[in-house]
């Protein structure tokens, strides 16, 4: 597609609950990031996939998390179990391979957790 | 020591004003740097890599200084649109890109 798309762009769930988000890269893009980012933060580092290669999870910040990339497109962050800790904005990024001349961003999902 | 530091601000500076902002890093091996804006609850949006001989866009300036560490940026005759948070990301030799927390840039009229 043009841009990066993700889906939902707001989610709020209870406490407890699973929830799934959604990626869909730039068409072409080989690599694909998953961060987060808090009210008034930074940008927090979660997950990178580049082609077939074996995931960087160094960022995720428990087991509740997880991620995956089908077909070497659309990437699905999960996070079990969510905690109020949880919410913030998850955003995915998408560049070609080593992004070399930075990457693009989607809109982000806002996810709250009551 | 964080990966890559930078001001926080607020700036807030009156249209036509020119403003720098810095940013320092951490990993002498660092390979790519850029800057990025983020508006208020938006993503952040590619602003302009940074070359090692310094760079400029309009009204934007990009240069690098390796031998000590740091970036900056530099917004000649500001413009109420500038008002934003500026991101500096730096790319080691592994996947991550390495964002600052941000500087905030408010151009008053």
């Known amino acids: 597609g043009a841009g990066v798309s993700q889906s939902p762009s707001n989610k709020v769930t209870e406490k407890g609950k699973d929830v799934e988000l959604r990626c869909d890269p730039i068409?072409?893009?080989?690599?694909l990031y998953w961060y987060r980012q808090s009210l008034g933060q930074g940008l927090e580092f979660l997950i990178y996939?580049?082609?077939?290669?074996?995931?960087?999870k160094s960022g995720l910040p428990s087991d509740r998390f997880s991620a995956e990339r089908t077909g070497g497109s659309v990437s699905t962050l999960t996070i079990q179990r969510t905690q109020q800790e949880d919410s913030a904005v998850y955003l995915c990024?998408?560049?070609?391979?080593?992004?070399?001349?930075?990457?693009?961003f989607g809109s982000g999902t806002r996810l709250t957790v009551v | 020591r964080k990966e890559v530091e930078q001001d926080p601000g607020p700036f807030n500076v009156p249209e036509g004003a020119t403003v720098a902002f810095n940013c320092t890093y951490s990993?002498?091996?660092?390979?790519?740097f850029f800057w990025y804006r983020q508006d208020c609850r938006k993503e952040p949006k590619l602003l302009m890599s940074?070359?090692?001989s310094g760079n400029e866009d309009g009204r934007f300036t990009a240069q690098l200084n390796r031998a000590s560490q740091y970036i900056s940026l530099l917004i000649r005759d500001s413009k109420l649109s500038d008002s934003a948070t500026y991101l500096c990301?730096?790319?080691?030799?592994?996947?991550?890109?390495?964002f600052g927390t941000g500087t905030s840039l408010t151009v008053i009229p």
């Open positions: 990024a998408s560049s070609l391979a080593g992004g070399w001349y930075g990457y693009t």
């Open positions: 068409s072409g893009h080989t690599a």
């Open positions: 996939f580049q082609g077939n290669s074996a995931p960087d």
């Open positions: 990993n002498s091996a660092s390979q790519s």
């Open positions: 940074v070359y090692s």
């Open positions: 990301v730096v790319k080691n030799t592994g996947n991550q890109f390495y």
